[in-house]
């Protein structure tokens, strides 16, 4: 390997598939930069066997080659001064030659790093900005707890030339589709850590591809790729949790429903965020009470349709499913009793949020 870089091109692409590498591992080529160096420049890749993460830069190629070297070479590249860099292999060491700094890495044999997956089948082509709207959209009701891992991915349906993304943690849920070229049909559940990487993507397409094996997804443009390990087992049926059109329809600004779940967080219990809503009468009420902060109220306008209703709520999944909604003005539905809220956009726009339960107070 003999290659000669820009050190700016490279801290950037290091920082950003950095982030594939594990907080620990006991395998050491876990810990390390997989690099790659042919006629189409540098190529880094690293792997949590979770998910896979290679994106190329620009580089002039003396001499071809592939190897390993851990996260000290990171740290150097970000730190060294100058613009370009010199990095060359020699007797196992790689060594990065700036204009007055010099420094050699041990390596590990590039056979040891995990393989990416061959014989991809192209499923669909979107565009990245659509792509990371949908996962925006729904990313923040996938669940935390790997106790349940599948309710730790963001669900994919494509069917009809519709893509469509689904969380549910099982107190909220998500979904949020958009039109894609193609016919092809399939379903799959990938770790929503993996689709969070998506955003890193500066191109204007992503191919979506499945490895042969079935087992894995892959997200590609010309300078990065994802490769992420499906999450298995049946998604629950989610289309059996939307409830029904409410009696009681809200429509509200979404910044002040923001700001007043805001202010109204500061009173709410840490550990149950419970926040009351009194609708009715054109407007919504929202108040937070605790011992230790105090108490707090908050009256906004709203158009208010059906009977007026009065339940408590977790103020941070209303504030998570609020913000990502795009319109100016919110929908929300409600029905009486213990039963799930909805929210969506209140354009034509198939984006729906679910907050459940809805407790009712008197």
Same mark, same amino acid.
């Given at each position: 390997?003999? &290659?000669?870089? /820009?050190?700016?091109?490279?801290?950037?692409?290091?920082?950003?598939?950095?982030?594939?590498?594990?907080?620990?591992?006991?395998?050491?080529?876990?810990?390390?930069?997989?690099?790659?160096?042919?006629?189409?420049? *540098?190529? &880094?890749?690293?792997? /949590?066997?979770?998910?896979?993460?290679?994106?190329?830069?620009?580089?002039?190629?003396?001499?071809?080659?592939?190897? @390993?070297?851990?996260?000290?070479?990171?740290?150097?590249?970000?730190? !060294?001064?100058?613009?370009?860099?010199?990095?060359?292999?020699?007797? +196992?060491?790689? @060594?990065?030659?700036?204009?007055?700094?010099?420094?050699?890495?041990?390596?590990?044999?590039?056979?040891?790093?995990?393989?990416? $997956?061959?014989?991809?089948?192209?499923?669909? @082509?979107?565009?990245?900005?659509?792509? /990371?709207?949908? !996962?925006?959209?729904?990313?923040?009701?996938?669940?935390?707890?790997?106790?349940?891992?599948?309710?730790?991915?963001?669900?994919?349906?494509?069917?009809?030339?519709?893509?469509?993304?689904?969380?549910?943690?099982?107190?909220?849920?998500?979904?949020?589709?958009?039109?894609?070229?193609?016919?092809?049909?399939?379903?799959?559940?990938?770790?929503?850590?993996?689709?969070? *990487?998506?955003?890193?993507?500066? @191109?204007?397409?992503?191919?979506?591809?499945?490895?042969?094996?079935?087992?894995?997804?892959?997200?590609?443009?010309?300078?990065?790729?994802?490769?992420?390990?499906?999450?298995?087992?049946?998604?629950?049926?989610?289309?059996?949790?939307?409830?029904?059109?409410?009696?009681?329809?809200?429509?509200?600004?979404?910044?002040?429903?923001?700001?007043?779940?805001? *202010?109204?967080?500061?009173?709410?219990?840490?550990?149950?965020?419970?926040?009351?809503?009194?609708?009715?009468?054109?407007?919504?009420?929202?108040?937070?009470?605790?011992?230790?902060?105090?108490?707090?109220?908050?009256?906004?306008?709203?158009?208010?349709?059906? /009977?007026?209703?009065?339940? $408590?709520?977790?103020?941070?999944?209303?504030?998570?499913?609020?913000?990502?909604?795009?319109? +100016?003005?919110?929908?929300?539905?409600?029905?009486?009793?213990?039963?799930?809220?909805?929210?969506?956009?209140?354009?034509?726009?198939?984006? *729906?949020? &679910?907050?459940?339960?809805?407790?009712?107070?008197?």
């Amino acid at each position: 390997m003999n &290659i000669t870089i /820009n050190r700016t091109q490279l801290s950037k692409v290091l920082n950003l598939v950095a982030k594939a590498i594990p907080p620990r591992s006991t395998l050491p080529v876990l810990q390390s930069f997989e690099l790659h160096a042919d006629d189409r420049g *540098l190529r &880094i890749a690293a792997t /949590n066997l979770e998910y896979y993460l290679r994106a190329r830069v620009t580089a002039e190629v003396q001499a071809w080659g592939r190897i @390993c070297v851990g996260l000290p070479f990171i740290e150097y590249v970000n730190r !060294v001064p100058g613009e370009e860099l010199r990095i060359t292999l020699d007797k +196992e060491k790689l @060594c990065v030659e700036a204009a007055r700094d010099y420094a050699r890495f041990p390596t590990i044999d590039a056979g040891e790093f995990p393989e990416w $997956a061959g014989n991809l089948q192209p499923l669909c @082509c979107i565009e990245t900005a659509i792509l /990371n709207s949908l !996962v925006r959209k729904t990313i923040f009701a996938a669940a935390k707890d790997e106790s349940r891992p599948l309710l730790c991915g963001i669900n994919l349906e494509m069917g009809q030339g519709v893509l469509r993304l689904v969380t549910a943690d099982g107190f909220r849920l998500a979904t949020a589709s958009a039109p894609v070229p193609g016919d092809a049909e399939f379903q799959a559940t990938v770790p929503a850590k993996a689709m969070a *990487l998506l955003a890193a993507f500066e @191109c204007d397409e992503i191919v979506v591809s499945r490895a042969q094996s079935e087992t894995s997804l892959i997200f590609s443009s010309e300078a990065m790729e994802l490769q992420s390990q499906l999450l298995m087992g049946k998604y629950p049926d989610w289309q059996q949790i939307v409830p029904k059109a409410g009696d009681t329809k809200v429509i509200v600004n979404r910044e002040e429903f923001v700001q007043a779940c805001k *202010l109204a967080s500061v009173f709410a219990k840490p550990d149950l965020g419970r926040v009351k809503l009194e609708i009715g009468n054109d407007q919504i009420v929202i108040s937070a009470r605790s011992s230790e902060a105090g108490e707090s109220n908050s009256v906004i306008g709203a158009q208010v349709e059906g /009977n007026p209703i009065t339940l $408590a709520s977790n103020v941070n999944y209303l504030l998570d499913a609020a913000r990502s909604i795009d319109t +100016e003005q919110v929908i929300m539905e409600f029905q009486p009793g213990i039963s799930p809220a909805v929210l969506r956009p209140d354009a034509d726009e198939d984006h *729906l949020c &679910i907050v459940m339960p809805m407790t009712q107070v008197d």
